[in-house]
């Protein structure tokens, strides 16, 4: 199978605008979910108020126009003046009233459709998120995690800003364009509504043009950006690793030179943005005053007041403001739609590894774990596993030993279904796995692996996440029985005492003791200790061992190990070379072979005497 695509990767800017609104598709299932009747009540409400406040906006000036012509006609005489007074100030606090109104009206569809936006939002960031949890883990190896959370950073905030923007601005933008040049055509002449039409349309064009050419600096920008990003995140989550080759100075001026690439790139965005803003100026600028020529022709002629100029110049000043953003719009539409369209594709990352159809769960489970001719590699050029066989009963404790490499690891990323394996087959109970759902097979195994990560968060949180409804007193009791309760206990907060990013204030037995308790808790079938006490010293392994050993009792123990002398009482050990089982015996039935195991036994006595 083909390595998937780093997200990171994904390259949609290319694709026209057009092309891009495609991805609006997606979005009507979660902004109207089937069978939501409240979500298509409120969507249809908001739209209607949007149509609403616009023809009240392209009215409100009219009202004014009016005001303006009466205060003309009546000016110098004094009893006129009194008796259009009131009339005056009909349309002028009808104006107001009016731009009241529009606001009133255009505002009223947040109270309206924000739920069903905040709604959609949510759901498609949590079925995102849970979509990553079912990736396989190939992918997940694969990605880069500051890329990959801010590309889902992106795509809900990309949800919102074009519900506010495509909705919300440019829609009634382009709806009040329509009204305005009806209005014209209809109370004035024509030749408005075309300049009025043709000055937008010239804008749109001109702004789309030059947004189309200034966005390789804006996709420059973006890419540093995510790279500087990925690069901090990167760097912060082997924070003690930096520490143990002090490396600070070398973190920093990695992270300086990613910064510094960014800061290029936005300065070239930037300054292309204010070329664009004087060509926009320009044309509006230019839209109006063609309108007060014209219009001063008319007024000269006899055919409109001076109030309808006021009116004819608040209505296009309406309408060319909300264009002064469209720079910016157009700009962050088409990204938005891109990071739309690269959540949407991660939404798409099928996974690797899916339950058959036929696939039911396994209940029971009395532990026997048989691998029958396995065949596997991660990679189509890079054999793993060669026809490997073996089989343990029930209780059994089977050791898995062998060189660096010789594909220890990967039998427990089988058992668990993290890879699917190229041949042969691998049962529990005589059923293939293939053919039990994950969360049953998940449900029924156990693991204390060599490289314990907790979750930032309390010890008592770490311990009950095997079973979240587990009783204090169940939590405690797997504590005790990984022997890490009176450690606990002696701590100010005890249970709820922070353990800090990926478990960094514990100690490496004092994590590894968290591992087994909460394996414990879990209470499986089967156990695997993947190289649990490799990493340990030679005191702390002798009673993280003790605790191993009671982890184990009435369950079918997979080990792989590294240090032979912690798998001497093993019912069955596996010597593994290069993706075969090469071995297999007790301790004492290899060791009497004069074969690898003895071999690496004796390399291994003599490493730890010397």
């Not at 495509?166 to 004035?188: E, S």
């Not at 264009?323 to 990071?339: P, S, W």
């Not at 089977?398 to 060189?403: E, N």
């Amino acid at each position: 199978m083909s390595p998937p695509t780093h997200p990171d990767a994904v390259e949609t800017e290319e694709r026209g605008l057009l092309e891009q609104l495609s991805a609006l598709r997606g979005l009507v299932p979660y902004v109207l979910p089937p069978g939501d009747l409240s979500a298509k009540v409120r969507t249809a409400l908001a739209i209607f108020l949007v149509i609403v406040s616009q023809f009240i906006l392209v009215g409100a000036p009219f009202f004014l126009g009016r005001a303006q012509d009466a205060v003309a006609d009546a000016a110098g005489r004094d009893e006129a003046f009194a008796q259009v007074g009131l009339f005056i100030a009909f349309f002028v606090v009808g104006y107001g009233a009016l731009r009241l109104l529009s606001t009133l009206f255009s505002e009223a569809r947040e109270y309206v459709f924000a739920p069903v936006a905040q709604q959609a939002q949510r759901k498609i960031a949590t079925e995102t998120f849970a979509h990553l949890h079912r990736l396989s883990l190939r992918y997940h190896l694969a990605k880069r995690t500051g890329g990959l959370s801010r590309i889902i950073e992106r795509g809900v905030r990309a949800i919102d800003f074009l519900f506010r923007f495509l909705l919300f601005n440019i829609g009634p933008t382009l709806l009040q364009l329509v009204i305005a040049g009806a209005a014209f055509a209809v109370a004035y002449n024509g030749w408005f509504a075309v300049i009025a039409i043709v000055v937008v349309v010239a804008y749109v064009t001109f702004t789309v043009m030059t947004t189309e050419w200034r966005l390789k600096f804006r996709r420059e920008m973006n890419k540093r950006d995510t790279e500087s990003w990925a690069r901090a995140v990167d760097s912060l989550l082997n924070y003690e690793t930096v520490k143990y080759f002090d490396a600070e100075r070398r973190e920093v001026k990695r992270y300086d030179v990613a910064m510094e690439a960014y800061a290029k790139a936005a300065i070239r965005s930037r300054t292309s943005l204010a070329t664009v803003n004087i060509g926009q100026s320009l044309l509006m600028n230019a839209g109006i005053v063609a309108s007060m020529v014209l219009a001063a022709a008319f007024i000269l002629g006899g055919d409109m007041s001076t109030g309808d100029m006021l009116t004819i110049t608040l209505v296009l000043n309406q309408l060319y403001r909300p264009l002064n953003i469209l720079g910016f719009a157009y700009r962050e539409i088409k990204q938005a739609l891109t990071d739309l369209e690269r959540m949407f594709q991660l939404l798409e990352e099928p996974p690797e590894v899916i339950d058959a159809e036929q696939a039911t769960d396994i209940k029971n489970v009395r532990g026997q774990v048989e691998f029958d001719a396995v065949d596997f590699h991660y990679e189509p050029d890079r054999e793993i596993l060669r026809g490997l066989s073996f089989k343990a009963e029930p209780g059994q404790t089977v050791a898995v030993v062998g060189p660096t490499g010789a594909g220890k690891s990967t039998l427990s990323r089988i058992l668990y279904r993290f890879y699917d394996i190229a041949g042969g087959s691998v049962r529990i109970d005589g059923r293939d796995i293939r053919d039990i759902t994950q969360a049953s097979l998940r449900a029924a195994i156990g693991m204390v692996p060599q490289d314990t990560v907790l979750f930032n968060d309390t010890i008592g949180y770490n311990i009950a996440y095997a079973r979240p409804d587990a009783s204090q007193a169940e939590i405690e009791q797997a504590a005790r029985d990984a022997q890490i309760h009176d450690f606990i206990a002696s701590l100010p907060l005890g249970y709820d005492t922070m353990v800090g990013e990926r478990g960094l204030k514990l100690s490496g037995g004092e994590k590894q003791r968290v591992a087994i308790a909460r394996t414990l808790l879990k209470n499986p079938a089967i156990l695997i200790l993947d190289e649990a006490t490799s990493a340990l010293d030679s005191a702390t392994e002798v009673d993280i061992q003790a605790a191993l050993g009671l982890a184990s009792q009435g369950r079918t123990t997979l080990v792989v190990a590294h240090r032979l002398s912690t798998i001497q009482d093993a019912d069955l050990i596996l010597v593994m070379d290069q993706g075969q089982i090469v071995e297999r015996g007790t301790h004492a039935e290899l060791l009497a072979k004069a074969g690898l195991y003895a071999d690496l036994w004796t390399r291994q006595d003599t490493t730890e005497l010397a």
